[in-house]
């Protein structure tokens, strides 16, 4: 089983030259964007819808029908999916492990780094804060291109309750001890990056990481973690 990369080569000489893919741009956007809300910028906030419509008004947008396969070159971050057709379940690509077994009766979500309230979190726990329900691109560069229907919950209302310290900058979403994806917190914030535990309408299958992953808007798949347990606020 292959592993999904998360550059194809002309995107890494992009970046070897000092220049930004669209995922960086948007990232950069995005962090300036909180970044002037949480340090003063009170004004912004009636400006940020008209924003976040300038910004996917940039985007390529894709006809009704656009076959799958013709966008596993496409940096997902660029595209507007409005108008793509969900994969059927049976048809999603895979990365990475496929095969690891999680008793739920043991396993917990664990919350920690700069918080001052650590959580330790059931599967029941989880499956009973607000849902959030959202269509959502993977794309494997090379390989396959997903566009599911998933559902699950917001990392910003964990952190709520985790009461986030003023110094966090950054989240780190793993499986522990092997598979690790790091985000800006302005992302978990706003929700492009959140947690899922059914796709399509169907609780998530063991192949595609039960009982949690990553569900990353405008990231490559490498960044979409399977079988998470646990979640660090870091610094910057």
């Known amino acids: 089983m292959h592993n999904c990369s998360l550059f194809n080569g ?3 000489y992009w970046l070897q030259e000092g ?3 669209a995922m960086e741009t948007r990232r950069s956007f995005m962090r300036w964007v909180f970044g002037s809300l949480l340090g003063g910028g009170v004004l912004l906030v009636p400006l940020l819808p008209a924003m976040q419509r300038a910004w996917a008004a940039s ?3 894709l006809a009704k029908g656009t076959r799958r396969e013709s966008l596993i070159q496409e940096n997902p971050a660029g595209l507007d999916t409005t108008n793509l057709e969900v994969t059927p379940l049976e048809e999603f690509g895979t990365m990475g492990p496929t095969d690891r077994v999680v008793d739920l009766a043991t396993w917990r979500l664990e919350v920690s780094g700069k918080v001052k ?3 330790s979190l059931t599967y029941a726990q989880l499956a009973a804060l607000p849902t959030i329900e959202r269509e959502v691109l993977l794309i494997c560069p090379g390989f396959f291109a997903n566009h599911g229907r998933w559902k699950g919950f917001s990392l910003k209302g964990l952190l709520h309750q985790a009461d986030l310290d003023r110094t966090a900058g950054r989240v780190t979403i793993e499986t522990r001890g092997q598979k690790t994806a790091r985000f800006p917190l302005a992302d978990i914030l706003s929700d492009k990056v ?3 535990y ?3 309408g169907k609780e998530l299958p063991q192949k595609h990481g039960s009982p949690l992953r990553v569900v990353a808007e405008d990231y490559y798949g490498s960044d979409w973690v399977k079988y998470v347990d646990r979640i660090s606020v870091e610094t910057t």
């Open 10 to 12: 002309r995107e890494i």
């Open 198 to 200: 059914q796709v399509n």
């Open 117 to 119: 309230r650590p959580l």
């Open 194 to 196: 959140f947690l899922a």
């Open 19 to 21: 220049g930004e893919t």
């Open 59 to 61: 985007k390529k947008i």
